[in-house]
């Protein structure tokens, strides 16, 4: 799906969005975004600031980096859904910033949270942006391990992973569990 030929007229363009930590700190989208850009694939990534990266914008290693504020830090339910709610929306602002500026032909999804499948989608009905979700962590499993209960939530988080997987052309895994 992202093949890369020698010589090709047409540079292939990832973003890959990342919620969870800062990039480079978040050591597996940096990993994928050093491994993308070796392979001669332009690249951008969206993640929070923090942990020393507080830059809104930085060039490391030839990967434009664009980085949000976040607000609290979340550990409870209602912290969450306010932590994700605002960097959806954060992500969303800078996705279009980011096709103006670098363009992109495929959005790469870096979960936790399951809901920025949603940009994808509105970038695959506007331009045919392919979506790959990469799944790091069951948000459902992590509801309960936390202590989260049974409810709402649980069936909200569980419908958003199923959507993720459902709306991706391609999707990456962990390890072996999560592909299940």
């Known amino acids: 799906m992202l093949s890369h030929k020698e010589g090709s007229s047409k540079e292939r363009k990832v973003l890959i969005i990342v919620e969870n930590l800062p990039v480079p700190h978040d050591k597996r989208p940096w990993q994928e975004a050093k491994s993308l850009t070796a392979a001669g694939y332009k690249v951008a990534v969206i993640s929070p600031k923090g942990h020393g990266s507080n830059a809104s914008y930085e060039v490391i290693e030839g990967i434009s980096i664009y980085r949000h504020s976040l607000p609290i830090e979340a550990r409870s339910g209602m912290a969450y859904i306010i932590e994700y709610a605002w960097a959806f929306i954060c992500e969303a602002l800078l996705t279009w910033k980011v096709k103006f500026h670098h363009g992109f032909d495929v959005i790469q ?3 936790p949270p399951d809901n920025i499948y949603l940009i994808a989608m509105l970038f ?3 331009f045919g942006t392919k979506f790959i979700f990469d799944h790091h962590d069951s948000n459902p499993e992590l509801w309960l391990a936390r202590g989260g209960k049974r409810g ?4 909200m988080l569980s419908y958003l992973e199923r959507a993720s997987f459902r ?6 895994a962990v390890n072996e569990h999560y592909a299940g």
């Open 124 to 126: 695959r009905g506007i």
């Open 152 to 155: 709402l939530v649980l069936s």
């Open 109 to 111: 999804a870096c979960n």
């Open 167 to 172: 709306n991706a052309q391609a999707s990456l």
